[in-house]
């Protein structure tokens, strides 16, 4: 059974840093690729990071370029994302995902393909 575990929201002032944690099992981690996914009340969720877990290839969404870096620890089956300089545009309920095909734009820019998901967490950042 695939199962993924998030873990890290809460809430920060603005400019503040917060790290999310992505723990997956049930999968071999080198064949997937994981994106962090985030959806604010009334909006569309959206793919914000996702990484390829083979060979590193990462893909941003504007908006977060710069100020968040998505990284894995194979050691761990764990992906992380950094989140720095937050703002309160930011606040959502962020959620991990993963999928055992397509790039990590791929992936980020079509959310309804990942295969499977964890329960999300939620990062509030206030002004």
């Known amino acids: 059974e695939v199962q993924l575990q998030a873990s890290g929201g809460g809430s920060v002032q603005a400019g503040g840093s917060l790290r999310l944690s992505c723990a997956v099992s049930?999968?071999?981690?080198?064949?997937?690729?994981v994106g962090w996914f985030r959806q604010a009340p009334e909006m569309e969720r959206e793919g914000i990071s996702c990484i390829e877990d083979k060979d590193g290839s990462t893909y941003y969404e504007d908006s977060v370029k710069g100020r968040f870096i998505i990284s894995s620890d194979k050691s761990k089956n764990t992906v992380y994302l950094q989140m720095n300089s937050l703002k309160p545009g930011d606040t959502a309920v962020y959620s991990c995902?993963?999928?055992?095909?397509?790039?990590?734009?791929?992936?980020?820019?079509?959310?309804?393909?990942?295969?499977?998901w964890g329960k999300g967490t939620q990062v509030t950042v206030s002004s």
């Open positions: 049930g999968v071999p981690f080198d064949d997937i690729v």
């Open positions: 995902a993963a999928d055992r095909f397509g790039s990590s734009q791929f992936a980020c820019r079509s959310y309804y393909s990942m295969e499977f």
